[in-house]
Nanobody
C-alpha cells in the first residue's frame, strides 16, 4: 500500500508561482510518481511524471516549459513547481503512484494509488 498526501494549493494571481508537495508513505520503492489535475466539469488530465530511479521526467503539453516535477526519494516527497500560472491551470491537483512499468504512464488508468488532491485557483 502507498499513501499520498498533497499540500501547497491555494489562490494565486495569473503569472504567479506555486509549489505543490506530495508526501508519500508505505511501500513506495519502485513506484513512479505523477501529478494529474481535474478542473470542474472536465476529465482528469496528466500534468507531469517522474520515474522511480532514472532521473527522467514527462510533461503534459499544456504545462511544458512552465511546470517542473522533482522527487526526493530520501524525503519520500514529490514536488510540482508551477510558474507562469494561467487561469486555465485552475483545478484540483492529485498526486499518483504507479508500479510495474519501465516508464511512467500518462493515463489515469495507469496509476493505482491516489491522493485526495489540493485545490489551485488562478485568478485573472
Amino acid at each position: 500500500q502507498v499513501q499520498l498526501v498533497e499540500s501547497g494549493g491555494g489562490l494565486v494571481q495569473a503569472g504567479g508561482s506555486l509549489t505543490l508537495s506530495c508526501a508519500t508513505s508505505g511501500r513506495t520503492s519502485g513506484h513512479h510518481l505523477a501529478w494529474f489535475r481535474q478542473a470542474p466539469g472536465k476529465e482528469r488530465e496528466f500534468v507531469a511524471a517522474a520515474s522511480w530511479i532514472v532521473r527522467r521526467t514527462y510533461y503534459g503539453d499544456s504545462v511544458k516549459g512552465r511546470f517542473t516535477i522533482a522527487r526526493d526519494n530520501a524525503k519520500n516527497t514529490v514536488y510540482l513547481q508551477m510558474n507562469s500560472l494561467k487561469p486555465e491551470d485552475t483545478a484540483v491537483y492529485h498526486c499518483a503512484a504507479q508500479a510495474g512499468r519501465v516508464v511512467p504512464g500518462l493515463e489515469v488508468f495507469d496509476y493505482t494509488y491516489w491522493g485526495q488532491g489540493t485545490q489551485v485557483i488562478v485568478s485573472s
